[in-house]
């Protein structure tokens, strides 16, 4: 059975940072297909960044900002998130697919089968 556990949500100023971590049990972590995904209120949740095996790519509206990143030796993904705006509020999950092969959407969220409970992110200007 696959879980996915997250941490590091919080609530900060406009311009701070926090970083994310998602335990993985049941996954393993190393030359996978994970992603990180937000969901504003009333908007669609969406991709952040994405690892898939080796290749990080990160949307548009928090590139150079975010970076996602691994620590196999815990199985852990993570998402170092610095100068933080009030738009990335949200809440974040980490996601991972089980099938990595292929061609396939990697920032839509329909494409992974495992999700973490979220986090929540607040940031204030």
């Known amino acids: 059975q696959v879980q996915l556990v997250e941490s590091g949500g919080g609530s900060v100023q406009a311009g701070g940072s926090l970083r994310h971590a998602c335990v993985a049990s049941?996954?393993?972590?190393?030359?996978?297909?994970m992603g990180w995904f937000r969901q504003a209120p009333g908007k669609e949740r969406e991709g952040v960044a994405v690892?898939?095996?080796?290749?990080?790519k990160s949307a548009d509206s928090v590139k150079g900002r975010f970076t996602i990143s691994q620590d196999n030796a815990k199985n852990t993904l993570h998402l170092q998130m610095n100068s933080l705006k009030p738009e990335d509020t949200g809440m974040y999950y980490c996601?991972?697919?089980?099938?990595?092969?292929?061609?396939?959407?990697?920032?839509?969220?329909?494409?992974?089968?495992?999700w973490g409970q979220g986090t929540q992110v607040t940031v204030s200007s």
């Open positions: 996601a991972a697919r089980q099938e990595c092969g292929g061609r396939w959407a990697w920032f839509r969220q329909t494409e992974y089968n495992y």
């Open positions: 049941g996954y393993i972590v190393r030359n996978s297909c």
């Open positions: 690892s898939i095996y080796s290749t990080r």
